[in-house]
């Protein structure tokens, strides 16, 4: 979309909704049908599991070895997915998991 800024190194899958002038930085990745709204910033070295929307003016960014958002961490993940909220600061530490559970098949 327009202003959208997506830096190189940056992986996004299928069916996925970039907002305007959302920023992704390099080294960040996007599963399926992910939604990225207006205004939103994912840092570097973020990945956000399939079907997880970030809301408009939404914050997402790491403190150590990366972050990982939404979804679930095993199973096959095709559940509701989690939300971040719009003007939301997410700043994680090392390997954190933001949203969703953590077993399951969804």
Avoid: W
């Avoid at 205004?39 to 914050?59: K, N, P």
């Avoid at 997915?81 to 098949?105: D, I, K, S």
């Amino acid at each position: 979309r327009r202003g959208a800024r997506i830096d190189n190194l940056v992986q996004i899958a299928h069916n996925c909704d970039i907002g305007e002038g959302a920023i992704i930085a390099a080294h960040s990745g996007l599963a399926g049908s992910v939604r990225v709204g207006a205004r939103a910033v994912l840092m570097g070295r973020v990945g956000i599991t399939d079907h997880v929307e970030i809301g408009a003016g939404a914050f997402v960014g790491i403190g150590g070895a990366g972050a990982f958002v939404g979804g679930r961490a095993g199973g096959s993940g095709r559940g509701a997915g989690a939300f971040v909220g719009g003007g939301a600061r997410v700043c994680t530490g090392v390997g954190a998991l933001v949203g969703g559970g953590t077993g399951g098949t969804g």
